[in-house]
């Protein structure tokens, strides 16, 4: 079993910093969310053919990959808080870039740009907030970067109503106003200390004491011994993620991203007016719907983040893992028999959004944070958000073939089935992490 560590009191820098921190998951969503009210007037303005529109749409994808892959290596070399600027400034140059490019070919950088800032920020956000957070907190504190891509989602299509009617430049606009975000995130970025862990590993000792005595003056000691304990224990191990000790938590953190995106999730949030159509709804009623899920992720993300430290990564993870398998499999059926009823998969979707938002959507970040130890903590949380993003690519790009050759209920029942499986792994393997240091952590996942 992991030890428990003591709930003190939050300490306010330490909430500050993860609220800053966090930003880059509201610049995270914000950035893959706005290009929908811009999209039809880029290929319009610049005569784009259907693959050239689809690149367009699709590039900050790719950049995100990318920055997913490599990540871990800037937050390793450079240290965490010197990543987190990077990130902040490639946010900075893809807002402002992508407002004022004068042709589709620096418009496609910009947005490449701004991908790897999506990738990279999936990577550091919540590698860095784990490392600074009390134990007792840690769900909460990273479960804010989950909270804040939902929030920069919302803003996103909010933003993009509300610039909608300023003329033919507005797209411009749609796209210009992340750069605010983008600034406050840079600029806040230089109050956040750099992660003692990742100071003390480096050999900057006095640097790191300094920074646990902000977090938890009473026990700077002890939490130093702990992480050059660890540092001495696996001296002896490889540097490389694949080496054989590491066994355990890297197939943990790829079941869990692959489980993350194989219960169609992306799918459903790309493709939600398409997936009402399907049953019978009018255009805008689907996309009221649509509008419908992004607020439904939002409320049940919130509460999955208050109550990840108080039930645990796992008991969230078996309670949401039965209500997907029921929402999809009821959603399968409906398709099966063509009987939809109006709003029946309206709701069983809302539902299902709301399951996953407690569970999976709430855990990601935070465990894949949790499982690593301190010496390959970066290079495993990059192997997780990439496994993630290279999932959530190939399901978005293959969802409306497999909907259109097997059908709406043979493609959920896929996805039933594979929530199935997810339930006997979080059963089987899931460790619970909650209220344990990271080093506890280790000690456990960790072949020695």
Not at 77 to 88: D, E, F, M, S, V
Not at 234 to 253: D, I, M
Not at 267 to 276: D, M, N, T, V
Request: hydrophobic share 55%.
């Amino acid at each position: 079993m992991f030890t428990k560590t003591s709930s003190a009191m939050l300490p306010r820098n330490v909430l500050f910093w993860s609220i800053v921190t966090a930003l880059g998951g509201f610049l995270f969503g914000f950035d893959t969310a706005v290009i929908s009210g811009a999209e039809k007037a880029i290929q319009q303005l610049w005569h784009l053919s259907a693959f050239e529109h689809g690149f367009t749409i699709s590039i900050a994808l790719i950049g995100t990959v990318i920055g997913a892959i490599f990540g871990g290596i800037p937050s390793d070399k450079l240290g965490r808080r010197q990543t987190l600027r990077g990130i902040a400034a490639l946010y900075l140059v893809s807002a402002v870039g992508t407002a004022l490019a004068p042709g589709w070919g620096l418009f496609m950088v910009c947005r490449f740009l701004g991908g790897l800032g999506v990738g990279a920020s999936s990577v550091t956000a919540p590698l860095y907030i784990s490392e600074i957070s009390p134990a007792a907190s840690r769900g909460k504190l990273v479960g804010l970067f989950q909270f804040n891509i939902v929030t920069g989602i919302l803003v996103a299509y909010l933003s993009n109503y509300l610039l909608a009617g300023l003329g033919e430049h507005s797209w411009r606009l749609m796209l210009g106003v992340q750069a605010v975000p983008a600034l406050i995130f840079l600029l806040l970025l230089f109050r956040v200390p750099e992660s003692p862990r990742w100071l003390l590993l480096h050999g900057r000792l006095d640097e790191g004491r300094q920074v646990l005595a902000r977090i938890s003056p009473g026990t700077v000691d002890a939490d130093a011994a702990a992480i050059l304990t660890s540092q001495a224990d696996t001296a002896h191990h490889s540097e490389s993620l694949w080496a054989g000790q590491y066994r355990t938590p890297v197939l943990l953190a790829v079941a869990f991203a692959f489980f993350n995106q194989v219960s169609g999730i992306n799918a459903i949030i790309y493709y939600a007016p398409r997936i009402f159509e399907m049953t019978g709804l009018g255009q805008g009623a689907a996309l009221l719907s649509s509008a419908g899920i992004g607020l439904v992720n939002f409320i049940f993300t919130l509460l999955g983040v208050n109550l990840i430290d108080r039930f645990g990564r796992r008991t969230l993870m078996l309670v949401g893992s039965v209500g997907l398998i029921a929402t999809l499999g009821l959603v399968a059926r409906a398709f099966y028999t063509e009987q939809f009823g109006g709003v029946l998969v309206p709701v069983l979707l809302f539902v299902y959004i709301a399951f996953f938002a407690f569970s999976q959507g709430a855990v990601i970040w935070v465990f894949i944070s949790e499982i690593f130890p301190n010496a390959v903590r970066a290079k495993g949380q990059a192997l997780g958000s990439s496994t993630h993003w290279v999932m959530a690519t190939a399901i978005a790009f293959t969802f409306p073939y497999f909907a259109e050759k097997l059908g709406g209920g043979n493609t959920f029942a896929f996805f039933c089935a594979m929530m199935v499986l997810q339930l006997v792994f979080v059963w089987r393997f899931m460790p619970e992490t909650k209220g344990t240091s990271l080093e506890s952590a280790e000690r456990v996942l960790v072949m020695h």
